[in-house]
């Protein structure tokens, strides 16, 4: 640091031995730039800190770093309600006006599953796969019925004890993990489910650890076209089939293809696989 104490042996003196009117604003000049250069020097320090924490800040949490596309907001607010009515649900989510439930026997057909794998229901709802899932893994394998809002996790415990199913577990997830153990299961499948993804690369994150090596993706959603979808869909959903595989394979997923079932029209079926 400059001091005076520093700098007066160099500093010229009148004939009376003060210092010179043109030395001292010479002195003054010296100490304001060096008082300069470390407010600089500060500013340097603190600002990216705090330009990181206001961007933080400002950050949407429901924003796809992948895609830029942005979920709804509070789009699982209704399922999250503590009054919700999951009869409602279950009528709306497993009449036959649903395109997925009409044609669910070929949408389980695309997991070509087989007796004693693992698969995972990610966003299970009411448990329209539930049976069909368990029928097709049989006692040898198991089912995971994951979801996210407590009524349904419910719901799903009492259908699976209901239907006396011993090889579906019911869990709990979170809006960014699927919460379960690592490598444990063969199938992940996610109907109707990914455009409700708050924190997509988390969740596929999640997705990717907790499938076995080779394991396979299977997504199932509905088909977002400016002109062509209907209102609901394009504000509801919040990417086409493009940009969804295009997040899903950023996130560390190989396509595989995009199998034909008979009878959609609204949705798509996307298979990755886990490398």
């Given amino acids: 640091m400059l001091t005076l104490k520093h ?19 010479a002195l003054r000049g010296t100490v304001r730039r060096a008082a300069e250069r470390l407010a600089a020097a500060r500013l340097a320090l603190v600002l990216p800190l705090a330009l990181a924490c206001l961007q933080a800040c400002a950050a949407p949490a429901a924003t796809s770093p992948a895609s830029g596309a942005t979920v709804p907001p509070d789009i699982n ?26 044609r669910s026997a070929g949408i389980v057909a695309t997991l070509e599953l087989r007796p004693g794998m693992d698969v995972a229901d990610i966003g299970a709802g009411t448990g329209l796969f539930m049976q069909p899932l368990a029928e097709a893994v049989g006692t040898g394998g198991t089912v995971h019925e994951v979801d996210l809002a407590p009524a349904f996790v419910e719901h799903l415990r009492r259908r699976a004890s209901a239907l006396a199913l011993p090889q579906v577990q019911v869990r709990a997830c979170t809006d960014r993990s699927v919460v379960l153990p690592d490598a444990s299961v063969d199938v992940a499948f996610v109907c109707d489910t990914y455009h409700h993804f708050e924190h997509p690369r988390e969740t596929l994150s999640s997705l990717k650890a907790a499938l076995r090596p080779g394991g396979r993706l299977v997504v199932v959603d509905f088909e977002r076209t400016e002109g062509r979808s209907r209102d609901w869909v394009l504000r ?7 940009g969804t595989r295009a997040e899903i394979e950023a996130a560390g997923f190989r396509f595989l293809d995009e199998p034909h079932v008979e009878g959609l029209s609204e949705n798509y079926v996307l298979r990755f696989t886990r490398p």
Avoid: Q, T, Y
């Fill in 7 to 25: 700098r007066r042996a160099d500093v010229p003196r009148s004939s009376h031995g003060a210092e010179s009117p043109r030395a001292a604003r």
């Fill in 77 to 102: 607010k209704p399922f999250l309600d503590p009054a919700v009515n999951v009869d409602d649900f279950v009528k709306a989510f497993e009449g036959e006006s649903r395109e997925i439930a009409r």
């Fill in 236 to 242: 509801h959903v919040r990417l086409g089939k493009d």
